[in-house]
């Protein structure tokens, strides 16, 4: 059996320091315990406050300090978010609590022999954990053992880098473990002042004691300890972490916020826990929900909610954090807050199960429609849904009546390059090569530009001029004849017609010119080919 130890030594400091916006991070911080410092960043320390000052002293050395409190449902969401990290590379993923959680920061243990082989051994194993953590932005120190609690003890003696402690078997677990203090398990914590009095802080100093002696002196809970986390003693069994249906997190703001920008930077910390969560069951998001509450104090009028709500649909289910967060930019950047808000709440429960597309070498037309696609996504963030238009094709010969504008859907967009690759139904045969040739022979090449109104030309001896130059017709008539229905009846017969300098207009005439009133008589220009 192998444990992979994932321990968070500042997790209560930094999980403090991410709701903070990016200027008040730079000054100096420091999170505060029952009556004094605990931690501070660095800012802090070169004016000369160091963890265990009390609080009046540390103000005294910084009147400028922030601090900070520990919040334990804060902390419980961040080791949540690591622990659905570790779900993506094993379904065996538990937590270690600690008997006090304000000394002893939490630590995620996966158990990962069953996963070596599909990740090629442990090292890669280790490089892709570590890769997935980045963007939860938190410290992180690993470690590995044959044991569970062996690994916990492991990490939190383990430092960053270089420093991790990583053990293959038993023996190498003991050896690694003799200089670590027992105040790392909670036995040892409860005993600490007579163990360190007698000069038995660490494991190695107790494993050479007689154990008979030290049971009667400090009773069975210690050595039972001690032996589990050597592996000399059958571990509990431990309480597995399972994945939500639905994903629910909250953070709250130090600060009111009054504008969108400061809403998108408390957004920015819960949309990795979201993708987090959807990466560990094979998903991608595809709707999810932002709601702002506002100060309770501002919502005595009936106009003011309870909470803003901002609803965000994809196209395309995607686990792309750049993406995700370009399109609740943008969104937020178009809303107008009724009252400062205090808290924000991310909800979602439409993800798409299966993993995303493979990453492609060369340009296909799969990735070209996901690039369309995100552009009118963001776009329509941008600019409104109803700001973005397509052209669609209406049953009218008239070529000013044969198209219209409608509001483009990006979702029908996505529909279409998901069904690409599909073979033709057999329901549905092809059409032979014959009847397609003869097809594309009787419809004749359409401009792609049109006039708003077609333009009067000149004549002379009944050949059309445009800009006092003869044209030269070079393909036609193409007669079309509609409208009875809603106007009078257009009869035309189009030409293609080349310019002096090489160029191509559309061109037409009146099918009768005798029975059509003056003004439609002659020659009219109606599009030009690019």
Do not use: K
């Amino acid at each position: 059996m192998l444990w992979i130890a994932l321990h968070l030594p500042r997790l209560s400091f930094e999980s403090w320091l991410a709701v903070l916006s990016p200027e008040q991070r730079e000054q100096p911080a420091a999170l505060m315990g029952a009556r004094d410092v605990l931690m501070c960043n660095p800012a802090a320390q070169r004016l000369g406050v160091r963890p265990g000052l009390q609080r009046v002293t540390a103000l005294a050395l910084a009147p400028q300090l922030q601090l900070g409190r520990i919040d334990a449902a804060r902390d419980r969401q961040v080791l949540t978010s690591v622990a659905h990290v570790a779900l993506a590379f094993t379904p065996a993923v538990c937590c270690a609590e600690p008997s006090e959680p304000a000394a002893a920061p939490g630590t995620v243990l996966l158990q990962v022999q069953a996963s070596l082989r599909y990740f090629g051994g442990l090292t890669p194993l280790l490089q892709r954990l570590r890769a997935a953590l980045v963007p939860l932005n938190c410290t992180v120190q690993f470690a590995s053992a044959p044991t569970a609690q062996g690994a916990a003890v492991l990490a939190c003696c383990a430092g960053n880098g270089s420093d991790e402690l990583h053990a293959t078997d038993l023996p190498q677990l003991e050896g690694l473990l003799g200089a670590a203090p027992l105040w790392l398990i909670g036995a040892g914590r409860a005993q600490w002042d007579t163990l360190d009095s007698m000069g038995l802080g660490t494991f190695g100093a107790l494993r050479r004691l007689p154990r008979p002696a030290l049971r009667r002196r400090f009773g069975p809970a210690l050595l039972d300890e001690i032996d589990t986390v050597l592996g000399m003693r059958c571990e509990p069994p431990p309480a597995w972490i399972t994945l939500p249906e639905t994903f629910e997190a909250r953070i709250e703001l130090q600060t009111r916020a009054d504008t969108t920008d400061q809403l998108f930077h408390g957004a920015q910390l819960l949309i990795e826990p979201l993708l987090a969560w959807a990466r560990a069951q094979q998903a991608r998001v595809r709707r999810y929900t932002l709601f702002m509450h506002h100060e309770r104090h501002r919502r005595q009028g009936a106009e003011v909610p309870v909470a803003t709500e901002l609803s965000i649909a994809l196209a395309e289910a995607s686990c792309d954090a750049a993406h995700i967060s370009l399109l609740l930019r943008e969104r937020l950047a178009h809303l107008s807050l009724p009252a400062p808000t205090l808290e924000l709440r991310l909800h979602c429960a439409d993800v798409v199960r299966g993993s995303p597309h493979s990453a492609e070498l060369f340009a296909s037309a799969r990735g070209e429609r996901e690039g369309l696609v995100r552009l009118i996504e963001r776009l329509q963030a941008r600019l409104g849904a109803e700001q973005v238009q397509q052209l669609r094709p209406m049953a009218d010969h008239r070529p000013e009546c044969d198209a219209t504008f409608h509001a483009v859907s990006a979702d029908a967009v996505g529909s279409t390059s998901r069904q690409t690759g599909r073979r033709p139904s057999p329901a549905r045969p092809a059409v032979p090569e014959r009847e397609r040739s003869n097809a594309q022979a009787i419809s004749a090449p359409r401009p792609v530009w049109l006039l708003d109104e077609p333009q009067r030309l000149a004549e002379r001896q009944s050949r059309p001029l445009l800009d006092g130059q003869p044209l030269q017709l070079l393909c036609g008539p193409e007669r079309i004849e509609a409208g009875w229905w809603d106007a009078p009846l257009a009869g035309r017969d189009y030409f293609i017609a080349q310019t002096s300098d090489g160029a191509l207009v559309w061109l037409y005439r009146a099918r009768l010119p005798l029975s059509v009133a003056e003004d439609a008589q002659g020659w009219f220009v109606h599009g030009r080919f690019g």
